[in-house]
């Protein structure tokens, strides 16, 4: 912050016109633009977001007509699962470092805690279904590559074999 100050109070000092350096700070140049100037010698620099907001153009809906589908929402749930899973293994490993005793322990600490079979069954489906998830999409990838599964009705019968074949072996994981 204190070196933006310096360098806006070095401009201002110079004269210079921070309207000229605006796309070190945009995302695209070709988002600014510079509107004609009021008065002879200054320009009004504004993102193409205030330029559309002043001339009343409407926004676009985008996200808000868009209707989800199952190969965009099996996308999104392959990174979600891919993120959760690198978190169980950070998770074990400092849980391995920090609680006394290790893993085991934290176990033993569950089990003494008295919880019914089904929160026990509920939450160890929970734990697995992102693990086998990710493995069962991670084959259709697979398969995806070697050029196999590629027409548009191949590609929402293997999502809903995914996740099928996950559900029913989360289960059966948590059922051991």
Not at 22 to 41: D, E, H, M
Not at 51 to 64: A, E, F, G, V
Not at 136 to 159: C, P, Q
Request: charged letters at 10%; a positive charge; aromatic letters at 8%.
């Amino acid at each position: 912050m204190n070196m933006a100050l310096c360098y806006m109070r070095l401009l201002c000092r110079r004269s210079i016109n921070p309207c000229t350096f605006r796309n070190l700070y945009t995302s695209s140049p070709r988002n600014v633009a510079i509107s004609k100037p009021l008065f002879t010698g200054s320009t009004i620099c504004e993102t193409h977001d205030e330029k559309n907001m002043r001339l009343k153009r409407p926004m676009s809906p985008h996200l808000s007509i868009y209707q989800i589908q199952l190969t965009s929402f099996l996308s999104i749930t392959h990174r979600t699962t891919g993120m959760i899973l690198s978190s169980y293994a950070m998770l074990l490993g400092i849980g391995t470092l920090l609680i006394p005793g290790g893993i085991p322990c934290l176990i033993e600490i569950i089990t003494n805690l008295g919880l019914s079979a089904p929160v026990l069954f509920t939450g160890k489906t929970l734990l697995a279904l992102p693990a086998t998830y990710h493995v069962f999409n991670g084959f259709r990838h697979l398969a995806w590559d070697l050029g196999m599964f590629l027409s548009i009705k191949e590609v929402y019968s293997t999502g809903y074999a995914v996740i099928a074949l996950s559900t029913i072996s989360a289960i059966a994981l948590a059922a051991m």
